[in-house]
């Protein structure tokens, strides 16, 4: 049988990626790095494989918390993301390959035998697919027996914005719809679990919670308004949103005026959750 | 000018005061603990104000904290719940009055002089306060310049369900709305920021996140599952809850079959979402 599937639908337009940016393994994989230091004492060669590694500075992150001998091979389905990954990592110092190396996979089809990695990792990934258990079966086979997969999904319905501008509540409800019309997931964060059981692991084999990123310091509500600002003015967003029928042009102006007046507002506050999930591969 | 305003308006019911006792200091103070050593290196005998203690779990689990030579001082508006609370806290080995001692108070009117506390703490303690403001006031007043206020509160709607059983988002919407019906706070978690400056403090002297509970593993669903269950069946929920038009003994009874269906599928999970802030009071 043969299965038909989204591709990444968001794109990598910088208005997306420039967000995607400030992301580290100690903001975006905290559920992970406690697991590092065993699995590192009992592997220093290990291999952690990066899925929809996007801008890759998770992925080079990782590779941080790997040094000196274990090695990240972060993928995407895009080229032209791999290419700002690479310089990225070597802009922080790592070494290409040896550190970290950089190619394009299909998380559906991943190129590699069976029980090739020590970890399997993706943030926000199974978000953007139509057929996540599917993914999650593929990211299982090419793990190890007794490895881990590392998951992080955000549930788009928990967000919570202070003050609840009606502007803001539309750009909410937008960026759900969007990402409903491109055959997305908007509530990962609670259904990993569930995701992973139909995949095939065992309750016993998952440990799950949740995780929370808080803009509300200036400088945080800055960073991450302007992001969406740029996100509405030039991003899939805007596009897909228009085109889809589900906002207009007048729309978005007003969402920018919205994140505009959030983000001078000294006591506003924004909370989003993400589920995060380590899997353990049952020994065979 | 006097202000009226509404009491506690959950109770003390076992049902109530049953899921309250698993707390601690480390899964419900998560945002103060890591403040907790500089404080008592500064001061070894520091006194720490917990206010609205209810079975006092998380006062003596902060006092094993602030041994050898702190004290916390737990209060509540509730004379019956803190003899509960003593109890708990001999039973953790703690010395009284010496470690801990117990004491009437409203949060409204504290008995004590300005400045006299290192910490004050409250967790889910303004949600049920129709004038939260004030309260925090209150809590700024008996603070030391310098010292510290720990809060802590849920965000009601930020609750996520898998399976998303219809009575189980019906309970949700109960819990809500019983909330409001007593004149509570169901979006405190979001709104903690802005309710502190309002009381005066600038924001650079706040800082603030969000934390999680995470309900997914067996022996956790279980508990969660049958607190839910008895607070359903004796609790104030139900009683204000039917007296004031909200539900019905035959909705609660289907509530009550949903929580069981919930505790009982393996990959169910529940997240829910508090605020926590640490203030900081300034030198004046």
Redesign the interface.
């Known amino acids: 049988m043969t299965t038909q599937h989204t591709p990444y639908a968001i794109g990598h337009a910088p208005s997306h990626t420039k967000h995607h940016e400030w992301r580290t393994a100690a903001n975006s994989a905290p559920h992970l790095l406690p697991h590092l230091p065993k699995a590192l004492s009992s592997n220093p060669n290990l291999k952690l494989l990066d899925i929809g590694c996007g801008p890759g500075t998770i992925s080079a992150s990782l590779a941080q918390h790997l040094l000196p001998s274990g090695h990240v091979l972060a993928t995407d389905i895009a080229d032209d993301v791999l290419e700002r990954a690479k310089e990225h990592a070597i802009s922080q110092g790592l070494s290409v390959p040896q550190n970290i190396s950089f190619q394009k996979e299909s998380v559906y089809e991943l190129s590699f035998p069976d029980n090739e990695f020590d970890i399997v990792h993706a943030h926000q990934v199974l978000c953007h697919l139509d057929d996540p258990v599917a993914a999650v079966k593929e990211m299982l086979r090419v793990c190890k027996p007794g490895g881990l997969i590392s998951l992080r999904e955000s ?1 788009m ?2 967000w ?4 609840e501008l009606p502007s803001l509540l539309k750009f909410h409800e937008l960026m759900v719809n969007v990402m409903l019309a491109n055959g997305g997931q908007d ?1 990962g ?6 995701w992973i ?2 995949a095939g692991v065992d ?1 016993k084999d998952i440990e ?5 990123w ?1 803009y ?3 400088g945080d509500r800055k960073a991450w308004g302007e992001a969406m600002i740029e996100r509405l003015r030039t991003g899939q967003m805007r596009q897909r949103g228009i085109e889809v029928g589900l906002t207009t042009e007048e729309d978005i102006e007003e969402m920018v005026k919205g994140w505009r007046e959030w983000m001078e507002r ?4 924004l ?1 989003i ?1 993400n ?1 995060e999930v380590i899997v353990k591969k049952a020994a065979s």
């Open positions: 549930d319905h928990m919570c914005f202070w003050p509530k964060g609670r259904k990993l679990v569930s059981m139909e309750r799950a919670g949740f995780g929370t808080c509300s310091e200036p000294g006591d506003a506050t909370g959750v589920g």
